[in-house]
């Protein structure tokens, strides 16, 4: 096995895996499928490895990752170089891609983003995912950063502590009169499990958590919420659905505050709420415009995340694993 990366064939890779598809990689870099195909091919037998799975979209193996972690890290570091030396081309704004999940976005996200300074000329690609998804994107190569809820390091990448995401259990007032009865304490762990809910997608567990820690049971033994669900993909769609007595949701505390003060909302379970951490993961590289996007996340989640969205209350309940 040869141990040069021949950066032909590291960038047609990479070019696959942003494109998707072979043909779209083709285009892109103006030859034809058949040569794409070729290169990658090439690359597999240089590294004795699968670097791609071929299916539509491709996806990279986890060896194809590493190799796509390295096709990225030597484009930022080519441009750097270019800026330097002072070539041409190089005008062009800096792209930074970023992994980051709904809530954060409809809340601190795009606020922090607007601390960064303007002469740096940044373009932003914004990778929306779940927060326990987010640090996959970045394992892959896809993303350079990402706000996630793992603590845990990414190959690669440094890390560190955002603050905590306050969700709190809501629903439409009508809703709580009809399905809790309008009690002022906690409603039975099996009363909640029965009203119908609203979720995010199919991978939000947090309502589910939620009802588990009214059981007691963190391991999911007993206690889910209901089969009766609406499945609401975006933020601000999920708050508007609970709002308009659709089902009940876990809704971040600065999204419900104005709605509770309006009451358009009511806290069903006012002694009750789940704390998310929220961590800041991105590429081991000496990048100034990396750097400067993560100070500016830091103060806003500072401010954000442990202080505007968090009120004097109960104690939280903690996310079952985390």
Same mark, same amino acid.
């Given at each position: 096995?040869?141990?040069?990366?021949?950066?032909?064939?590291?960038?047609?890779?990479?070019?696959?895996?942003?494109?998707?598809?072979?043909?779209?990689?083709?285009?892109?870099?103006?030859?034809? !499928?058949?040569?794409?195909?070729? +290169?990658?091919?090439?690359? &597999?037998?240089?590294? *004795?490895?699968?670097?791609?799975?071929?299916?539509?979209?491709?996806?990279?193996?986890?060896?194809?990752?590493?190799?796509?972690?390295?096709?990225?890290?030597?484009?930022?570091?080519?441009?750097?170089?270019?800026? &330097?030396?002072? %070539?041409?081309?190089?005008?062009?704004?800096?792209?930074?891609?970023?992994?980051?999940?709904? @809530?954060?976005?409809?809340?601190?996200?795009?606020?922090?983003?607007?601390?960064?300074?303007? &002469?740096?000329?940044?373009?932003?690609?914004?990778?929306?995912?779940?927060?326990?998804?987010?640090?996959?994107?970045?394992?892959? *190569?896809?993303?350079?950063?990402?706000?996630?809820?793992?603590?845990?390091?990414?190959?690669?990448?440094?890390?560190?502590?955002?603050? +905590?995401?306050?969700?709190?259990?809501?629903?439409?007032?009508?809703?709580?009169?009809?399905?809790?009865?309008?009690?002022?304490?906690?409603?039975? !762990? &099996?009363?909640?499990?029965?009203?119908?809910?609203?979720?995010?997608?199919?991978?939000? @567990?947090?309502?589910?958590?939620?009802?588990?820690?009214?059981?007691?049971?963190?391991?999911?033994?007993? *206690?889910?919420?209901?089969?009766?669900?609406?499945?609401?993909?975006?933020?601000?769609?999920?708050?508007?659905?609970?709002?308009?007595? %659709?089902?009940?949701? %876990?809704?971040?505390?600065?999204?419900?505050?104005?709605?509770?003060?309006?009451?358009?909302?009511?806290?069903?379970?006012?002694?009750?709420?789940?704390?998310?951490?929220?961590?800041?993961?991105?590429?081991?590289?000496?990048?100034?415009?990396?750097?400067?996007?993560?100070?500016?996340?830091?103060?806003?989640?500072?401010?954000?995340?442990?202080?505007?969205?968090?009120?004097?209350?109960?104690?939280?309940?903690?996310?079952?694993?985390?």
């Amino acid at each position: 096995m040869m141990s040069e990366l021949p950066l032909d064939q590291v960038r047609t890779l990479l070019t696959v895996v942003d494109e998707g598809t072979f043909d779209a990689a083709a285009a892109v870099l103006h030859v034809t !499928p058949s040569a794409v195909s070729q +290169r990658v091919k090439a690359l &597999e037998q240089r590294t *004795g490895r699968v670097l791609l799975i071929r299916t539509k979209p491709v996806r990279p193996t986890e060896s194809g990752e590493a190799v796509v972690r390295f096709a990225r890290r030597l484009a930022r570091l080519e441009l750097d170089t270019r800026a &330097e030396l002072g %070539m041409t081309g190089t005008e062009e704004p800096t792209r930074l891609s970023i992994a980051v999940n709904a @809530d954060s976005l409809a809340t601190w996200f795009l606020p922090a983003l607007s601390r960064v300074p303007g &002469e740096l000329r940044l373009c932003y690609e914004l990778r929306r995912e779940d927060q326990d998804h987010t640090a996959a994107l970045l394992r892959e *190569g896809l993303v350079m950063a990402a706000v996630t809820s793992s603590p845990d390091a990414v190959t690669g990448c440094s890390v560190r502590r955002l603050g +905590r995401m306050r969700y709190v259990p809501v629903a439409s007032p009508a809703f709580t009169g009809r399905w809790f009865g309008g009690r002022s304490g906690t409603p039975a !762990p &099996e009363v909640v499990a029965d009203a119908p809910v609203v979720v995010f997608d199919r991978r939000d @567990d947090i309502q589910d958590a939620f009802v588990r820690a009214l059981f007691r049971d963190p391991h999911g033994r007993r *206690g889910a919420s209901s089969v009766h669900r609406h499945l609401v993909p975006t933020s601000e769609g999920f708050v508007e659905a609970v709002a308009a007595g %659709m089902g009940w949701g %876990m809704v971040p505390d600065a999204q419900a505050a104005p709605l509770l003060r309006a009451g358009r909302l009511v806290r069903f379970a006012p002694d009750r709420q789940i704390d998310v951490p929220l961590f800041w993961q991105q590429w081991k590289l000496d990048f100034p415009a990396l750097a400067a996007v993560a100070e500016a996340v830091a103060a806003e989640a500072a401010a954000s995340l442990d202080g505007g969205f968090r009120r004097p209350g109960p104690a939280p309940t903690p996310v079952p694993g985390s």
